[in-house]
């Protein structure tokens, strides 16, 4: 799979919880996405459904706190691509994979200072959750949540088709692993179930 900002998805989810209760009781709810092509495609069900706006009290945000990891000189590219082309590259990468800098792109460090305040956002919300975003994103909201070491935050695993529901306390949080039982993810009934969701959709981190 190939690196970069626009490239379709598949659901792949974790839930950040700061309250329980379905996003379907009308009590409010927020829909926060990353302002790249694919988590958009993700949240469609929902952006275009009105009715179950309306129902349920959902707001949502774009934002591009969450997009995914700047891959700058790489976008675009395949590992394979780099292999090919710049394999000192992916060699430098696997050295210090948190310190590691795309040329002209980011690296995990630069994600921690742009995710920083959206996840102090997020743990101070009283609403359901339900966030779509991308695999280094999420490493470093499930870090932040968890209390990961910096140094163990780019090998978290974000599994596909599996929502990780977070429900957050102030002694720390519970992670807890939902499967989905279908292949692309029905965005709705994630919604219906979870009181909030860190989305993700592509290799990236």
């Not at 460090?109 to 009283?126: N, S």
């Not at 968890?146 to 596909?160: Q, R, V």
């Not at 306390?169 to 009934?189: F, M, N, Q, S």
């Amino acid at each position: 799979e190939s690196l970069g900002w626009n490239k379709d998805s598949s659901f792949q989810g974790f839930d950040s919880a700061g309250s329980s209760g379905s996003a379907e009781d009308g009590d409010g709810w927020l829909l926060m996405t990353s302002q790249l092509r694919r988590t958009r495609q993700t949240a469609r069900p929902l952006l275009e459904d009105d009715r179950f706006i309306v129902k349920s009290g959902m707001r949502r945000v774009h934002t591009a706190l969450l997009n995914e990891i700047n891959s700058g000189a790489y976008d675009g590219f395949t590992v394979e691509d780099i292999e090919r082309t710049d394999p000192h590259e992916l060699e430098t990468r696997a050295k210090d994979k948190l310190r590691y800098r795309y040329p002209q792109g980011e690296s995990y460090l630069d994600i921690v200072q742009r995710v920083r305040p959206l996840a102090m956002e997020i743990e101070r919300e009283r609403r359901p959750v339900l966030v779509i975003a991308h695999q280094a994103v999420l490493r470093t909201l499930l870090a932040f949540f968890k209390g990961t070491p910096l140094e163990e935050m780019p090998y978290l695993e974000i599994p596909l088709h599996t929502v990780l529901k977070l429900s957050i306390a102030a002694h720390g949080c519970t992670v807890e692993h939902v499967p989905l039982p279908y292949a692309e993810g029905d965005i709705k009934t994630v919604a219906s179930f979870t009181g909030s969701v860190v989305e993700e959709s592509i290799q990236g981190g």
